[in-house]
């Protein structure tokens, strides 16, 4: 399928799903708001669980390119640097539009019950663990390093589904500050460690 129009399907699925919610985003209203045939999405896609799951894929690629621009430059031993741009790419404002964040509920909420969402839903849950339990590993004993790990990512989830719930949006400056508390909290022992060896 053509980038531009599989791109369009997308943006349309987003559309969509936050109009209507996600059992009235259906495929003929997707493709209406694409401007093409549902049988389009039907082919591609093999309907809408498809449909969803590639929308979820570009979303996950999206926030991996977040992240990434904010580590970009950093210094490889700046520990507290790379939870930050984590954390920052988390709370990036292209995961927080209306419709993307209608989106993510929708797919956590459906990765219970569908098995190609819940094994997309794996990944993204070990990719955001992996990559703190790395930083903490750097400074941090194995399974001090596995909790803060454990711990900052339920807080970055916790945050973000509060925030999507609430009506009002996410307060990005809040959610930043008491997750990045988050990693003091966890780092302080090993300054402390540092400083008396």
């Excluded at 699925?13 to 997707?30: K, P, S, V, Y």
């Excluded at 939870?83 to 404002?93: E, K, M, P, V």
């Excluded at 996410?170 to 966890?186: G, K, N, P, Y």
Aim: aromatic content about 8%.
């Amino acid at each position: 399928m053509q980038p531009i129009r599989r791109r369009q399907l997308i943006e349309a699925t987003l559309m969509a799903i936050n109009e209507f919610g996600l059992a009235d985003a259906t495929i003929i209203r997707i493709a209406r708001i694409a401007g093409v045939s549902s049988g389009i999405i039907s082919h591609y896609f093999g309907g809408k669980d498809g449909l969803l799951e590639a929308t979820m894929r570009f979303i996950l690629s999206e926030l991996g390119r977040a992240v990434a621009m904010r580590r970009e430059g950093l210094a490889e031993e700046d520990i507290r640097g790379h939870l930050y741009a984590i954390i920052d790419g988390n709370f990036d404002r292209g995961q927080l539009d209306p419709s993307v964040m209608k989106t993510w509920l929708a797919f956590w909420s459906s990765s219970m019950h569908h098995a190609p969402l819940a094994r997309l839903q794996k990944v993204n849950e070990r990719r955001l663990y992996s990559n703190l339990c790395y930083q903490f590993r750097r400074c941090l004993p194995r399974e001090e390093a596995q909790m803060a790990a454990s711990s900052l990512a339920a807080m970055i989830d916790g945050l973000w589904l509060r925030g999507g719930l609430s009506g009002e949006g996410v307060d990005v400056d809040e959610c930043r500050r008491l997750a990045r508390r988050q990693v003091e909290f966890w780092l302080a022992p090993a300054t402390v460690l540092k400083e008396t060896s």
